[in-house]
């Protein structure tokens, strides 16, 4: 199978995730699998991401918010974006990302400690024209001031990915709260913005209506909106330009 254009070269993912689970890896010594290719339900999660979405990332500056190791930066690059900044609230998950994305061969990128929910997330939306969270939101506390806070920036696109159980997937809007341990997160979802000194964490998942009407009422327009099922997980993607 070939692989899409849309998609960066499979080395660079498949480091990236040996990097996440085995972080003594080093890419001089490390050999990819020849056989190994972009799981199909990957290439059905990143076509409504960034393939359906290269309108708001081909010369855009992208913030990419709650990046963790950077994959989704790193797609972003490679469909020229004109600058990518990704921000996480720990350290070693965007050391990953300055390295992938330097060994891929671009410089047009950097990679800052920060909290979607603090001041300066703000700040770094003002200096973006797409702001990109993929994989966060399901795991914050208070989702509508971080979706505010892009509708109050400078930033003209926002474009949502997350995920909650079939429960939730209805037709009112929805969040699911649960009161989890981090260690049990930390092990279940590399991608966690999870603070390291807390030992449980009170998280919601909105579901796909509750955060489109949050979008509207924001005053963003809705110019894609899609749903679909891995495993036991609903996953959405959202996108709202300002009207």
């Not at 603070?195 to 327009?221: C, D, K, M, V, Y």
Request: one cysteine or more; glycine letters at 4%.
């Amino acid at each position: 199978m070939t692989t899409p254009a849309w998609l960066p070269d499979k080395r660079y993912y498949e480091y990236l995730n040996h990097k996440i689970r085995t972080p003594g890896v080093e890419w001089d010594t490390w050999r990819p699998w020849d056989e190994w290719t972009y799981p199909d339900e990957v290439i059905v999660w990143l076509s409504h991401l960034i393939e359906k979405q290269v309108p708001h990332i081909r010369n855009r500056r992208v913030l990419d918010a709650g990046c963790a190791q950077g994959f989704i930066s790193l797609f972003c690059l490679h469909n020229n974006a004109s600058y990518v900044t990704g921000m996480d609230v720990r350290d070693n998950p965007l050391a990953i990302a300055r390295e992938v994305t330097e060994l891929a061969g671009y410089s047009n990128c950097e990679f800052k400690t920060g909290d979607v929910q603090g001041l300066e997330f703000q700040k770094l939306c003002d200096d973006h024209d797409t702001v990109l969270i993929a994989g966060t939101l399901q795991y914050l506390t208070d989702h509508y001031s971080v979706l505010r806070t892009v509708a109050e920036s400078k930033a003209q696109t926002i474009i949502v990915n997350s995920c909650t159980s079939p429960v939730s997937a209805d037709s009112q809007p929805v969040v699911e709260w649960s009161l989890r341990p981090t260690t049990q997160i930390e092990e279940a979802d590399y991608n966690h913005p999870y603070h390291p000194t807390q030992t449980e964490l009170f998280i919601g998942q909105p579901n796909h209506t509750w955060t489109e009407q949050a979008l509207r009422s924001l005053g963003f327009t809705i110019t894609y909106s899609e749903i679909w099922q891995f495993g036991p997980w609903i996953h959405y993607v959202l996108t709202g330009v300002k009207s």
